[in-house]
């Protein structure tokens, strides 16, 4: 059970492009769901917490109107990286939880290369 | 502000061999949960244990296990009978009880399993 699933895996495109990530969990309702950032060899840096039907709540120094996040579904989170650039390449990942009590479950995540 | 310390960058044990882990935390608060999870080389975050701090027995699952010292802010991960899929970057985590308290990560440990 608590099983995450991230799309897509990996994604190289222009600078310039907007991407979108999607994180769902599959066999349970999240009220929150997480979005990470980490860096080769380094630890994760919470990005971003989203709760169902409310605007996310971002980390200070993450620009909201860089990394768009919507949570409009208790399975479904989405993260959008507007006009990518190379130095937003880096792997990203989400992770839910279906309540306070409940431990928090990752996604696979997504390797972002921008060229 | 919470912070998590992993004093070891990288470990190595042999294989079915004992290797232990260290972390500590820092916090002010007296209810919240501590978490070891596993990163492989696959990249998918894995929740090994768990600890809930008002619990004076400490957590197992299988081969893992946990030595909860609530007095000296350590919770060290003991894996036994360490196997060649054992290997892999563990981050202790922290998280205060509560609603949408975040998960504050340490810097991890590399663990390579010789055979």
């Known amino acids: 059970g608590a099983v995450v699933s991230q799309h897509p895996s990996r994604v190289i495109c222009k600078s310039g492009t907007s991407v979108k990530i999607e994180c769902r969990s599959l066999d349970f309702q999240a009220t929150t769901m997480f979005w990470y950032r980490q860096f080769p060899k380094k630890s994760l840096m919470l990005m971003a917490t989203s709760n169902e039907g409310s605007k996310a709540t971002y980390e200070q120094g993450v620009e909201k109107d860089k990394f768009l996040i919507n949570h409009a579904s208790l399975t479904l989170s989405t993260l959008t990286v507007t006009s990518a650039h190379p130095e937003d390449s880096s792997f990203y990942i989400c992770?839910?939880?279906?309540?306070?009590?409940?431990?928090?479950?990752f996604g696979d995540g997504t390797r972002l290369s921008i060229l | 502000a919470q912070t998590v310390t992993q004093s070891q960058p990288e470990m190595s044990v042999q294989e079915a061999e004992t290797v232990t882990l260290s972390c500590t935390y820092d916090t002010s608060e007296s209810d919240y949960y501590l978490f070891w999870y596993k990163q492989p080389p696959s990249r998918q975050m894995i929740l090994v244990i768990r600890?809930?701090?008002?619990?004076?027995q400490n957590a197992t699952e299988n081969r893992f296990s946990v030595n909860f010292q609530k007095a000296a802010k350590s919770f060290s991960l003991k894996i036994s009978d360490s196997q060649l899929g054992d290997a892999a970057m563990y981050f202790c985590?922290?998280?205060?009880?509560?609603?949408?308290?975040?998960?504050?990560f340490g810097k991890g440990t590399l663990l390579t399993v010789n055979p």
């Open positions: 992770s839910a939880r279906a309540d306070v009590n409940q431990p928090q479950h």
């Open positions: 600890q809930e701090a008002y619990k004076q």
């Open positions: 985590a922290y998280r205060n009880a509560g609603s949408n308290y975040k998960l504050t």
